[in-house]
């Protein structure tokens, strides 16, 4: 299959450049575009077909069920049963934007979108694009990040062609997403709020709105903790690890660095590609060829938004050996450090 990609200026949208992205979904294709958080792939979320076609380019399992995302908050009506009065606060709060909440699903949304579960992950995303794509196609939009499974999200049109060019009819191409991690999932189908996937909007933000929120206790640990299995069956899966080994390495600044440094200039000696990732702050500590640097620690968003690209950097580069700094005092900490830990393997050592 030939993949059509076509640019989008987020500054200068013109519905007319959604018809024939309209027109694929409509008739049960796959087109993939960008959001605030990651690139999605889409497909028309009730019709099941699409959705086995989202699973096949994708390569993912299919328990694993996929966020529709609308246009209108009150679309979840049609979505969703039993709503309690807890999502229409937050939806007020946080939509549009990086938060998608589960609930319990109506007849109408098929189990090929929810991997056979009762309820439905939902999200009204605040990108101008998704939305136009939403209202144009007059679908609701099944959409999973838009990487081959197992890979890092990703956060620019050129991840998406690099995984899915040849399998999807058509990638949108409107830029870098501002966030670079995925929404923050809410679970409000049980008897407490739970926090299944941390993202930009903290448990800090919900207790804000609605008071008693919760972490999926998996979602943070720093270990993984025996019989503890995570909620959103996707949490489960391998996810963003690089080809090669990381080791996430806290402690003070100046101790992380002495001994990044003694462990980099060891593996340099024996020829293997090693790479350090770094904040700005520390940049100028580290004596090793390959320095990824994320951006700087005030700008939180310049840490969240280059982390995928670095993780798929590394592989590209054939890197074999990474070590990170720990991202532990951040507003976004339990987001970042959710991501960097996976795909380190949760290899952590403190210093
Ligand atoms: O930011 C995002 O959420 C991006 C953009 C494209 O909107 N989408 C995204 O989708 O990250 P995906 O499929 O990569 O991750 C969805 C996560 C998975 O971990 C999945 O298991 C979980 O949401 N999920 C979906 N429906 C669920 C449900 N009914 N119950 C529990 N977890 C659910
Ligand atoms: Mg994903």
Redesign the pocket.
Known sequence: METKVIKIDRNNIKKEEFAEAGEILRNGGLVA?P????????GDGLNPNASKKIYAAKG?PSD????I?IADADDIRKLAVNIPETAWKLAEKFWPG?M?M?LN?ADIVPKET??G?????I?L?SDEI?RNLIRESRCFIA?????SSGRP?PTKAEHVIEDLSGKIDMIIDGGSCD?G???S?I?L?GEKPLI??P?FITREDFDAVTAGVEYDRAVIAKTPEKNVV????????RHYAPKGNITIVEGEPRNVAEYINRCVSESESKGVRTAVICSDENRDRYKCENVYDLGSRKHELDITSHLFDVLRQLDSDEISVIFAESFDELRLSQAIMNRLRKAAGYNTIRV
């Open positions: 575009f959001t605030e958080t990651v690139y999605g792939l889409g993912r694993n069920p996929l966020i995302h990086p998608t589960i699903k929810t991997g579960l009762d309820t439905v992950a999200r995303p998704a959409a999973p990040s838009a990487n999200s966030i991690l995925e929404s999932i679970d189908s299944l996937r993202g995570a909620k959103a069956p996707g949490m489960k899966y």
